[in-house]
């Protein structure tokens, strides 16, 4: 099986050193969302301490990342793929974290082993903060569902002040953010604690033109639209049924930025 290894340099919040990560073939490789959200990590270093989550932890990037914040005690990372769980626990080794981070293959917040669920057992109520990269988007209903699921559960692990830093793009649009407010009452938005400038919400990858075309099906079943801009007219939005129209004419792929928001809970 092939292997690789990514070093990924750090802003000096995080350490001199890079992060060497690796992932094997078919498991998570970083993507400009988990680097993005590296980057949240480091500007807001003064708000990590104590407890952390990692939901959905991939290879180990932002646990392994928060871990170098002086402060914080431990992360547990909560990962599907078992490929991703033990390649998180190789790269916490190589990069001298082992001894504060853990991961545990889990669905979400229910972990597959006994161990597992006494491991996230422990963190109920006591959890100072969380990290979601989830993937960009849910195959289904309006893509959002993932980061809905994340907040809600979080409820459970927070402290109050305790905070999730999660991962939404612009493109889901104001709505949604909103509305995830609502459906977990408690929470605060903290504002964008990441962001990059707009880019192309790049067509040529699978995963992202499968996207667009969820993002358009939800428009026409009349659900909120998509926060796109014209890549011929970057302040021109643009619907996620005009960017899907507009690159099956053009090649060329709708303008978004990769971003991540500060909830607060209790606090």
Excluded: C
């Excluded at 992060?19 to 990590?48: K, N, Q």
């Excluded at 996620?240 to 971003?259: D, V």
């Amino acid at each position: 099986m092939a292997q690789d290894f990514t070093e990924i340099p750090v802003p000096p919040a995080l350490g001199p050193d890079p992060i060497r990560i690796h992932h094997p073939e078919g498991a998570f490789v970083p993507t400009p969302a988990s680097r993005i959200a590296l980057e949240a990590i480091a500007e807001h270093a003064g708000r990590f301490r104590g407890r952390g989550l990692d939901w959905g932890s991939g290879s180990g990037l932002l646990a392994i990342a928060a871990a170098r914040i002086t402060g914080v005690e431990e992360v547990l990372g909560l990962e599907l793929d078992p490929r991703g769980v033990a390649a998180a626990r190789e790269n916490a080794r190589r990069n001298g974290a082992a001894d504060n981070v853990r991961f545990v293959e889990s669905d979400s917040y229910d972990p597959v082993s006994e161990e597992g669920r006494r491991a996230l057992a422990g963190f109920e109520g006591s959890t100072d903060f969380m990290i979601a990269n989830p993937p960009s988007s849910s195959p289904v209903g309006d893509g959002f569902e993932m980061r809905r699921v994340v907040v809600r559960g979080a409820i459970r692990y927070l402290r109050p002040g305790g905070f999730v830093l999660l991962s939404v793009s612009s493109q889901y649009g104001e709505g949604r953010v909103t509305g995830l407010l609502r459906q977990a009452p408690g929470f605060r938005h903290d504002g964008v604690g990441a962001s990059t400038d707009l880019v192309p919400f790049d067509m040529g990858r699978a995963d992202l033109k499968r996207d667009v075309e969820t993002y358009a099906r939800e428009e026409e079943r009349g659900g909120l639209t998509y926060a796109f801009r014209n890549p011929r007219n970057p302040e021109a939005p643009i619907t996620a049924i005009e960017a899907w129209n507009h690159f099956h004419a053009t090649g060329e792929s709708p303008l978004s930025r990769w971003q991540s928001h500060l909830l607060v809970w209790g606090g």
